[in-house]
């Protein structure tokens, strides 16, 4: 499970694999990744694993790779962008439900007091999803989050949210497929939330995407057959439920995984505990002037120290945002 | 939703570009077809959402078609081959369950009364798949079922079950890919018992497998995270639960579906009401000789009247074994 530092051939290999490949394409595959151990590693466990004859060959069909998207394939801060979507819809739909002006936890928001209106915990986080992603059908709710994510910004940055997608995993991603690899997003976030623009924004299609969801139903409306979306959980893809989501969507155990928060751990631990060569990395957010900086004391994202040991033990790469990436968010 | 009979230049184009490929080709693509209205249906679909410029042109990123699997891809008489898995199973774990002896409705089963241990109905079904479904980690699962796929042999033919397969199915699977269309399985069998076996026998890899599924729990057991396999059903891939399935997996309507039986029909009525060129298929078992004859009193794989005439209705095209079929198995 842990990598074999010793292991001089493969070492070797890789590199030599690696030097060819870049000089292939003339150009580096991962330019927004500074030289060091993180990009070091990812090449050459690349280059193993796709070598013919190499000892750590891995089929292409088995080259299953997984992602977790929140805090690993964009940002997180200051709230999950999922809810900061919830929080619009309440506002967008408020007028069609005068009963929430003195409805918990809707009054508050309206009122602008996200604080008060999360101060119910998950309970009330529960109802205003329920409230704003359920009662419609799946094709009306792929609407919804399409004109969402093409107007909506962010409060610090402003900008769209899908301009607040880490340049170097897009690369990573790109890379990773480029060489036969098939990647997926393991997220806790809403499937259905994902989908719409997954593929447009990281080459990864629907069918791909693997993530929290509650029920649908199918039924005929005038005649047409569609599915609603009801307000109740179906799974939640989170902790223990990511590779449980994994077997259910993917049916085999990565041999790659990434993510940057405990959220992620039993995916991690699933992919390594498989046999042969494994990959494992977590996104370290250091990086308080180009992004955020936090860890293990945030409530969006913890990286508690308990995963940073593990992670060590383990020898799953830890990617440090302020020293490993050239730059955060893609440039226009 | 319905064909255009009258589009005469979308044909006139589908059977150039059909030629064209069988000429390119040097073959014909679905050698055990007969020539006829079915098969012709099949090229031109393929060849007016393949070809750019035509109206119907369907991007490869859309191009999913899915598959039944029971009675679709392979046989499914006398019963649902899981279901002889099943029998087999409770057979193998008796020594381990003196309890059995006699507790219905495994007391009927180990003394050769199949039709008896099934009269208790849907409980009685549930409890034997259960008791052979479940209490292993999904890596044992897989491996029980691949040894049972390799060595168990179908009561009728002597046939491994996966030589029980449809020899034009396969071909149809296979250039439904070469042109761009993304397979996948949608079947009420288990998603676990098909995925050991999906890729080598019909080309389609487990992520593309969606099934029928009981709930599933990370755990460490002796340090090695595993998933095992819990008594509860999380899920039943049938009927209303088809579509249900799809957009869960898939997350895109299909604009192909392939079944035979009325836990079929919300599947192709879910992909006929897609906007666009739509393409649904029954297989129609008529083929009493060379395969089983049954269709609205059968109680495995019913094809109802009702099914029948909504097919006529919206112009899915219809199967018959005996006339479209040159081949129904594979040879050696």
Chains 1, 2 share one sequence.
Request: aromatic share 10%.
């Amino acid at each position: 499970m842990k990598a074999h530092a010793t292991d001089t051939l493969n070492g070797v290999l890789a590199l030599a694999i690696a030097f060819v490949v870049t000089a292939a394409h003339g150009q580096d595959a991962l330019p927004s990744w500074n030289d060091g151990t993180a990009k070091t590693a990812i090449l050459e466990f690349v280059a193993k694993t796709t070598t013919e004859g190499s000892a750590d060959f891995v089929p292409p069909a088995h080259r299953i790779a997984t992602f977790d998207n929140d805090g690993t394939l964009w940002a997180e801060q200051p709230m999950y962008f999922q809810l900061l979507f919830a929080l619009d819809r309440v506002k967008a739909l408020a007028p069609e439900h005068p009963e929430w002006t003195d409805k918990e936890p809707f009054a508050a928001l309206l009122k602008g007091d996200v604080k008060g209106a999360l101060a119910g915990g998950e309970r009330s986080m529960v109802e205003i999803i329920m409230a704003t992603h359920a009662g419609m059908t799946t094709d009306e709710f792929e609407k919804i989050v399409k004109e969402w994510v093409s107007t909506a910004r962010h409060p610090k940055t402003r900008k769209l949210y899908t301009e607040m997608v880490y340049q170097p995993m897009l690369e990573l991603t790109a890379y990773l497929r480029a060489n036969g690899f098939k990647t997926f997003i393991v997220s806790g976030g809403g499937i259905e939330f994902m989908r719409p623009w997954t593929e447009r924004v990281y080459g990864i299609p629907p069918e791909q995407v693997v993530g929290s969801s509650i029920k649908t139903k199918f039924e005929l409306q005038g005649g047409k057959p569609v599915l609603v979306r009801l307000p109740e959980v179906n799974f939640i893809d989170d902790k223990t439920g990511k590779p449980v989501g994994i077997n259910e969507h993917i049916g085999r155990r990565p041999i790659a995984a990434f993510g940057n928060s405990d959220g992620d751990r039993q995916m991690l631990e699933y992919t390594a505990g498989g046999s042969g060569t494994r990959f494992c990395l977590l996104v370290h957010h250091d990086d308080a002037e180009r992004e955020f900086a936090y860890g293990a004391e945030s409530k969006i994202g913890t990286f508690s120290d308990s995963l940073m040991s593990e992670a060590k033990d383990e020898g799953w790469v830890v990617v440090s945002m302020k020293n490993d990436w050239k730059s955060v968010f893609p440039s226009k």
